[in-house]
Protein backbone atom coordinates (compact mmCIF):
# COMPACT_ATOMS: atom_id res chain seq x y z
CA UNK A 1 0.00 0.00 0.00
CA UNK A 2 2.65 2.65 -0.41
CA UNK A 3 1.67 3.40 -3.55
CA UNK A 4 -1.14 5.20 -2.70
CA UNK A 5 -1.29 6.51 0.82
CA UNK A 6 -4.48 8.15 2.87
CA UNK A 7 -4.39 10.51 5.79
CA UNK A 8 -5.46 10.10 8.37
CA UNK A 9 -6.49 6.82 8.59
CA UNK A 10 -9.49 7.38 11.29
CA UNK A 11 -10.76 10.53 11.67
CA UNK A 12 -13.70 11.67 14.31
CA UNK A 13 -15.46 15.01 14.34
CA UNK A 14 -18.32 16.67 14.78
CA UNK A 15 -21.34 18.38 12.33
CA UNK A 16 -19.86 21.94 12.93
CA UNK A 17 -16.09 21.00 12.43
CA UNK A 18 -13.81 21.47 9.26
CA UNK A 19 -11.43 18.98 8.79
CA UNK A 20 -9.60 17.74 5.51
CA UNK A 21 -8.37 13.96 4.04
CA UNK A 22 -5.07 13.91 2.36
CA UNK A 23 -4.51 11.26 -0.21
CA UNK A 24 -0.99 10.88 -1.87
CA UNK A 25 0.03 8.95 -5.06
CA UNK A 26 3.68 7.90 -5.74
CA UNK A 27 3.14 5.80 -8.63
CA UNK A 28 3.53 8.76 -11.60
CA UNK A 29 -0.65 8.60 -12.38
CA UNK A 30 -2.07 11.28 -13.76
CA UNK A 31 -5.90 10.25 -12.65
CA UNK A 32 -6.78 10.50 -9.03
CA UNK A 33 -9.93 10.01 -7.81
CA UNK A 34 -12.22 9.74 -4.29
CA UNK A 35 -14.99 7.32 -3.53
CA UNK A 36 -17.04 6.58 -0.68
CA UNK A 37 -17.65 3.17 1.03
CA UNK A 38 -20.70 2.63 3.17
CA UNK A 39 -21.83 -0.51 4.93
CA UNK A 40 -23.99 -2.93 2.55
CA UNK A 41 -23.63 0.06 -0.39
CA UNK A 42 -21.75 -0.20 -3.37
CA UNK A 43 -18.68 1.83 -3.65
CA UNK A 44 -19.74 5.59 -4.49
CA UNK A 45 -17.58 7.65 -6.68
CA UNK A 46 -17.39 10.76 -5.83
CA UNK A 47 -14.85 12.44 -7.69
CA UNK A 48 -12.15 12.23 -10.48
CA UNK A 49 -9.26 14.41 -11.55
CA UNK A 50 -7.62 14.10 -14.64
CA UNK A 51 -4.49 15.98 -14.91
CA UNK A 52 -5.36 18.08 -12.08
CA UNK A 53 -8.66 18.91 -13.87
CA UNK A 54 -12.14 17.75 -12.09
CA UNK A 55 -13.56 15.95 -14.90
CA UNK A 56 -16.74 14.29 -12.64
CA UNK A 57 -18.58 15.29 -10.20
CA UNK A 58 -20.88 12.70 -9.03
CA UNK A 59 -23.69 15.08 -7.50
CA UNK A 60 -21.85 15.61 -4.48
CA UNK A 61 -23.00 17.42 -1.76
CA UNK A 62 -21.27 20.99 -1.72
CA UNK A 63 -20.45 20.31 2.50
CA UNK A 64 -17.10 17.99 0.32
CA UNK A 65 -14.91 20.10 -1.61
CA UNK A 66 -12.12 18.32 -3.12
CA UNK A 67 -8.77 19.94 -4.34
CA UNK A 68 -6.33 18.35 -6.34
CA UNK A 69 -3.04 20.95 -6.27
CA UNK A 70 -1.09 18.69 -8.64
CA UNK A 71 -1.03 15.06 -10.30
CA UNK A 72 0.38 13.32 -7.18
CA UNK A 73 -1.75 14.94 -4.11
CA UNK A 74 -5.52 15.02 -4.21
CA UNK A 75 -7.51 16.41 -0.76
CA UNK A 76 -11.20 16.33 0.10
CA UNK A 77 -11.86 19.30 2.63
CA UNK A 78 -15.27 18.60 4.84
CA UNK A 79 -17.38 21.01 6.46
CA UNK A 80 -20.68 20.67 8.40
CA UNK A 81 -21.14 16.58 7.55
CA UNK A 82 -24.11 14.96 8.50
CA UNK A 83 -24.02 11.68 10.37
CA UNK A 84 -24.68 9.93 7.28
CA UNK A 85 -21.39 11.01 5.91
CA UNK A 86 -19.64 8.67 8.16
CA UNK A 87 -17.90 5.92 5.95
CA UNK A 88 -14.73 4.58 4.63
CA UNK A 89 -13.50 7.07 2.03
CA UNK A 90 -11.00 5.90 -0.43
CA UNK A 91 -8.73 7.44 -2.72
CA UNK A 92 -7.35 5.72 -6.05
CA UNK A 93 -5.28 7.03 -8.49
CA UNK A 94 -4.64 5.39 -12.46
CA UNK A 95 -2.07 5.67 -15.39
CA UNK A 96 -5.03 6.54 -17.72
CA UNK A 97 -5.21 5.38 -21.25
CA UNK A 98 -2.27 2.84 -21.06
CA UNK A 99 -3.19 1.50 -17.73
CA UNK A 100 -7.24 0.92 -16.97
CA UNK A 101 -6.69 0.06 -13.33
CA UNK A 102 -6.76 1.58 -10.68
CA UNK A 103 -4.66 1.60 -7.25
CA UNK A 104 -6.82 2.62 -4.10
CA UNK A 105 -4.96 4.00 -0.62
CA UNK A 106 -5.74 2.24 2.75
CA UNK A 107 -8.51 4.58 3.06
CA UNK A 108 -9.87 6.98 5.78
CA UNK A 109 -12.99 5.81 8.39
CA UNK A 110 -14.70 8.88 8.85
CA UNK A 111 -17.14 8.97 11.54
CA UNK A 112 -19.32 12.04 12.24
CA UNK A 113 -20.80 13.07 15.74
CA UNK B 1 -28.26 2.46 -16.87
CA UNK B 2 -24.88 0.92 -16.83
CA UNK B 3 -24.51 -1.41 -13.29
CA UNK B 4 -22.48 -4.65 -12.32
CA UNK B 5 -24.67 -7.35 -10.29
CA UNK B 6 -22.93 -9.52 -7.91
CA UNK B 7 -25.91 -11.65 -6.63
CA UNK B 8 -24.52 -13.43 -3.71
CA UNK B 9 -23.93 -11.04 -0.79
CA UNK B 10 -21.70 -14.35 0.82
CA UNK B 11 -19.86 -17.22 -0.69
CA UNK B 12 -18.87 -20.21 1.13
CA UNK B 13 -16.27 -22.85 0.40
CA UNK B 14 -13.99 -25.53 2.20
CA UNK B 15 -10.79 -25.13 2.13
CA UNK B 16 -8.72 -26.79 -0.70
CA UNK B 17 -12.09 -26.86 -3.10
CA UNK B 18 -12.83 -25.04 -5.90
CA UNK B 19 -14.57 -21.33 -5.58
CA UNK B 20 -16.43 -19.19 -7.83
CA UNK B 21 -17.47 -15.84 -7.45
CA UNK B 22 -20.49 -14.53 -9.79
CA UNK B 23 -20.63 -11.37 -11.53
CA UNK B 24 -22.77 -10.04 -14.55
CA UNK B 25 -22.57 -6.90 -16.27
CA UNK B 26 -24.98 -4.12 -18.01
CA UNK B 27 -23.21 -2.61 -20.32
CA UNK B 28 -23.06 -0.80 -23.95
CA UNK B 29 -20.75 -1.78 -25.88
CA UNK B 30 -17.35 -4.18 -25.04
CA UNK B 31 -16.53 -3.43 -21.54
CA UNK B 32 -13.19 -3.16 -19.58
CA UNK B 33 -14.06 -6.09 -16.43
CA UNK B 34 -12.23 -6.06 -13.45
CA UNK B 35 -11.67 -7.46 -10.24
CA UNK B 36 -10.24 -5.78 -6.51
CA UNK B 37 -10.72 -7.21 -3.51
CA UNK B 38 -10.34 -5.83 0.50
CA UNK B 39 -9.00 -7.11 3.16
CA UNK B 40 -10.59 -5.86 6.67
CA UNK B 41 -9.40 -2.43 7.30
CA UNK B 42 -7.86 -2.03 3.93
CA UNK B 43 -8.48 -0.36 0.69
CA UNK B 44 -8.87 -2.17 -2.46
CA UNK B 45 -6.30 -4.75 -4.03
CA UNK B 46 -6.59 -5.18 -8.19
CA UNK B 47 -6.95 -8.44 -8.43
CA UNK B 48 -7.00 -8.67 -12.42
CA UNK B 49 -8.30 -7.68 -15.87
CA UNK B 50 -10.18 -7.93 -18.92
CA UNK B 51 -9.48 -5.49 -21.49
CA UNK B 52 -9.56 -7.49 -24.59
CA UNK B 53 -8.34 -11.10 -26.20
CA UNK B 54 -8.02 -14.49 -24.34
CA UNK B 55 -11.65 -14.78 -22.55
CA UNK B 56 -9.76 -16.51 -19.73
CA UNK B 57 -7.86 -13.76 -17.85
CA UNK B 58 -5.36 -15.11 -14.53
CA UNK B 59 -4.57 -12.85 -12.30
CA UNK B 60 -2.94 -12.31 -8.75
CA UNK B 61 -3.00 -15.10 -5.98
CA UNK B 62 -3.69 -17.87 -8.47
CA UNK B 63 -7.40 -16.32 -9.15
CA UNK B 64 -8.76 -16.29 -12.62
CA UNK B 65 -11.73 -15.12 -14.40
CA UNK B 66 -13.29 -15.70 -17.54
CA UNK B 67 -15.28 -13.32 -19.61
CA UNK B 68 -18.52 -14.75 -21.15
CA UNK B 69 -19.92 -11.83 -23.87
CA UNK B 70 -22.93 -14.06 -24.29
CA UNK B 71 -24.07 -14.04 -20.89
CA UNK B 72 -22.27 -11.01 -20.04
CA UNK B 73 -20.47 -12.21 -17.16
CA UNK B 74 -17.29 -12.12 -15.32
CA UNK B 75 -17.21 -14.95 -12.67
CA UNK B 76 -14.18 -15.00 -10.43
CA UNK B 77 -12.57 -18.31 -10.15
CA UNK B 78 -9.71 -19.87 -8.42
CA UNK B 79 -9.26 -24.28 -8.75
CA UNK B 80 -7.95 -24.48 -4.50
CA UNK B 81 -9.57 -22.09 -1.93
CA UNK B 82 -7.04 -20.97 0.89
CA UNK B 83 -8.00 -19.77 4.02
CA UNK B 84 -6.07 -16.43 3.61
CA UNK B 85 -8.83 -15.92 0.74
CA UNK B 86 -11.35 -14.91 2.80
CA UNK B 87 -12.39 -11.74 1.80
CA UNK B 88 -14.51 -8.98 0.43
CA UNK B 89 -14.52 -9.21 -3.38
CA UNK B 90 -15.71 -6.63 -6.02
CA UNK B 91 -16.61 -6.87 -9.67
CA UNK B 92 -16.14 -3.60 -11.13
CA UNK B 93 -16.78 -2.51 -15.08
CA UNK B 94 -15.27 0.74 -16.88
CA UNK B 95 -17.59 1.58 -20.16
CA UNK B 96 -16.10 1.56 -23.32
CA UNK B 97 -15.08 5.31 -24.78
CA UNK B 98 -15.51 6.88 -21.62
CA UNK B 99 -12.76 9.86 -20.79
CA UNK B 100 -13.16 9.87 -17.58
CA UNK B 101 -11.75 6.27 -16.42
CA UNK B 102 -14.49 6.06 -13.74
CA UNK B 103 -15.41 2.50 -12.52
CA UNK B 104 -19.06 1.11 -11.82
CA UNK B 105 -18.48 -1.13 -8.77
CA UNK B 106 -21.21 -4.16 -8.02
CA UNK B 107 -22.02 -4.76 -4.42
CA UNK B 108 -19.70 -7.24 -3.22
CA UNK B 109 -19.06 -10.48 -2.28
CA UNK B 110 -18.27 -11.86 0.91
CA UNK B 111 -16.23 -14.82 0.63
CA UNK B 112 -15.51 -17.00 3.39
CA UNK B 113 -13.13 -20.32 3.51
CA UNK B 114 -13.45 -22.40 6.56
CA UNK B 115 -10.78 -24.85 7.38
Known amino acids: ETGVTQTPRHLVMGMTNKKSLKCEQH?????MYWYKQSAKKPLELMFV???????ENNSVPSRFSPECPNSSHLFLHLHTLQPEDSALYLC????????????FGPGTRLTVT | AQSVAQPEDQVNVAEGNPLTVKCTYS??????LFWYVQYPNRGLQFLLK??????LVKGSYGFEAEFNKSQTSFHLKKPSALVSDSALYFC?????????????FGSGTRLLVRP
Open chain 1, 92 to 103: ASSQGASSYEQY
Open chain 1, 27 to 31: LGHNA
Open chain 1, 49 to 55: YNFKEQT
Open chain 2, 27 to 32: VSGNPY
Open chain 2, 50 to 55: YITGDN
Open chain 2, 92 to 104: AVRPPMDSSYKLI
